[in-house]
């Protein structure tokens, strides 16, 4: 079972901050938070992932909290073209093994 | 460079069919991954590869699903006797197998439909 919790949708403004909240709960020590996305008919695509430091790279920002049970992955300034379905994903570190996928967010961007 | 790529993007066939379908990981990625999604769900695990060797087959849901990856690059998914609820989109992943966190790569997948 996935070890994540995420709503099944949101909406969001064009142009405006997307927010989207993960919890896991659960999370051990050496687990981290990955994102990924998933437009319509396209393979998942990488985000973001992190630890327990906050990170940002130039598609989003990933703020974790300081008891890592839960996470927002933010969109700054969101497109159109952000629509898709998020994945709040946990997995260990130092594994290259599967990702256990829930249902994600499907996070809808209105003009 | 080039990403991961999956062939054939769609496949139909009929129930009790024979089926293969490919994937090619990017250049010099070690790992390779096959998911496979039911609409409206996230991916779900089948194999995981580690070079030519299967690390965890786990997730295979039973022994009509059969992958390889014999020369630790290309990689076929194999169902014998297609049944219609084998019908989903087949997702390949490649990372670079190195320790440490890393990110998957994902191909565009294959829409598997058996009638």
């Known amino acids: 079972d996935a070890k994540t919790t995420q709503p099944t949708s949101m909406d969001c403004a064009e142009g405006r901050a997307a927010n989207l909240p993960c919890n896991h709960s659960t999370i051990s020590g050496n687990e981290y938070v990955y994102w990924y996305r998933q437009i319509h008919s396209q393979g998942p695509q990488y985000i973001i992932h992190g630890l327990k430091n906050n990170e940002t790279n130039e598609m989003a920002s990933l703020i974790i909290t300081e008891d890592r049970k839960s996470s927002t992955l933010i969109l700054p300034h969101a497109t159109l073209r952000d629509t898709a379905v998020y994945y709040c994903i946990v997995r260990e570190s130092d594994s290259n093994y599967q990702l256990i996928w829930g249902a994600g967010t499907k996070l809808i961007i209105k003009p | 460079g080039a990403g991961v790529s999956q062939t054939p993007s769609n496949k139909v066939t009929e129930k009790g069919k024979y089926v293969e379908l490919r994937c090619d990981p990017i250049s010099g990625h070690t790992a390779l991954y096959w998911y496979r999604q039911s609409l409206g769900q996230g991916p779900e695990f089948l194999i995981y590869f580690q070079g030519t060797g299967a690390a965890d087959d786990s997730g295979l849901p039973n022994d009509r699903f059969f992958a390889v990856r014999p020369e630790g690059s290309v990689s076929t998914l194999k169902i014998q006797r297609t049944e219609r609820g084998d019908s989903a989109v087949y997702l390949c992943?490649?990372?670079?197998?190195?320790?440490?966190?890393?990110?998957?790569?994902f191909g565009p997948g294959t829409r598997l439909t058996v009638l």
């Open positions: 992943a490649s990372s670079s197998g190195l320790a440490g966190a890393n990110e998957q790569f």
